[in-house]
């Protein structure tokens, strides 16, 4: 499966960096999110990709904000 990138870095990558960062475990981060453990980690190891909802619910669970630019959509 084809890793979306962003800013040369991975979902995979940001989403396991951002939460190591702010010290919340795989599963803390997974109930505060609202999606599944196993998801989490296939995103982290690159196994998935988060569709927008789900990426969406991570990124607001770690306080972070997604910015769309016109050529990622």
Same mark, same amino acid.
């Given at each position: 499966?084809?890793? @979306?990138? !962003?800013?040369?870095?991975?979902?995979?990558?940001?989403?396991?960096? $951002? =939460? *190591?960062? @702010?010290? !919340?475990?795989?599963?803390?981060?997974?109930?505060?999110?609202?999606? $599944? =453990? *196993?998801?989490l980690f296939n995103y982290e190891h690159y196994?998935?990709?988060?569709?927008?909802?789900?990426?969406?619910?991570?990124?607001?669970?770690?306080?972070?904000?997604?910015?769309?630019?016109?050529?990622?959509?």
């Amino acid at each position: 499966m084809s890793e @979306k990138k !962003i800013e040369g870095l991975s979902y995979g990558t940001i989403i396991y960096q $951002s =939460r *190591k960062r @702010k010290g !919340i475990s795989r599963n803390a981060l997974a109930q505060l999110a609202g999606v $599944s =453990r *196993k998801s989490l980690f296939n995103y982290e190891h690159y196994s998935a990709v988060p569709n927008v909802e789900q990426l969406s619910k991570i990124a607001k669970a770690l306080g972070a904000e997604i910015v769309w630019r016109e050529h990622d959509i």
